[in-house]
């Protein structure tokens, strides 16, 4: 089985600061992880992946995130933050099936 | 990548009627997926559209109540059967290739009932 927790539900950061996006998974096989982003009224948009390949992944908009076995983490970070990064941040897990599981998701706000 | 259309976009419905999502991608496809996303929620997997056989249901999801087609590698469809309020929420498709590559959402649907 597999999952996906996300801490905390909201976060809000100042224009300029460090965005940092907490992700923790269980899975008894190699996971493959991914962070997608929601912005109002759309759907859902990768912003990067973990497949097993360099443990540090960079993804679009300044995101990166790094695969820690050792703390089943996958957190999000961003050096600076801007007004733009405002939405929902989900994270998902693929381990031994073929659909995603989705943590319960973080809204990011930016305060300018 | 894959581009998905899925349409209506959004609808306001009446309690008991149905509503049929129709999901088109512009490639083929192995996997297609339906998910729902509750008001402020998370996704929850309703179902794998397997082609040319049935669907695979997640526990608490039911064929009769949302039946879904798959007749080929491009298209699939979701019905809402026999609407309650509860049945409010945005209906997404999602494609994936293999389990190592990422899933591509259309931009869901967001359903109403009333």
């Known amino acids: 089985a597999q999952s996906v927790t996300q801490l905390g539900s909201h976060v809000s950061v100042s224009e300029g600061a460090l965005v940092l996006l907490r992700c923790n998974y269980s899975s008894s096989v190699p996971p493959y992880l991914f962070w997608y982003v929601q912005y109002p009224n759309q759907g859902l948009q990768l912003l990067l992946k973990?497949?097993?390949?360099?443990?540090l992944v960079k993804g679009i908009n300044g995101f990166e995130a790094e695969f820690k076995k050792s703390e089943t983490s996958f957190h999000l970070t961003k050096p600076s933050a801007h007004m733009s990064d405002a939405a929902e941040y989900f994270c998902a897990v693929r381990a031994g099936a073929n659909n995603l599981f989705f943590g319960t998701g973080t809204r990011l706000t930016v305060i300018p | 990548s894959a581009v998905i259309s899925q349409k209506p976009s959004r609808d306001i419905c009446q309690r008991g009627t149905s509503l049929t999502i129709q999901c088109q991608v512009d490639?083929?496809?192995?996997?297609m997926f339906w998910y729902r996303q509750q008001p402020g929620q998370s996704l929850t997997l309703i179902a794998t559209?397997?082609?040319?056989?049935?669907?695979?249901?997640e526990s608490g999801f039911v064929i009769d109540k949302f039946p879904i087609s798959r007749p080929n590698l491009t298209f699939s469809t979701l019905t809402v059967s026999n609407m309650s309020p509860e049945d409010s929420s945005i209906y997404l498709c999602?494609?994936?290739?293999?389990?190592?590559?990422?899933?591509?959402f259309g931009q869901g649907t967001r359903l109403t009932v009333v």
């Open positions: 973990y497949t097993s390949a360099a443990t």
């Open positions: 559209a397997n082609q040319g056989s049935e669907a695979t249901y």
């Open positions: 490639s083929q496809v192995t996997m």
């Open positions: 999602s494609v994936s290739g293999t389990a190592n590559t990422e899933a591509f």
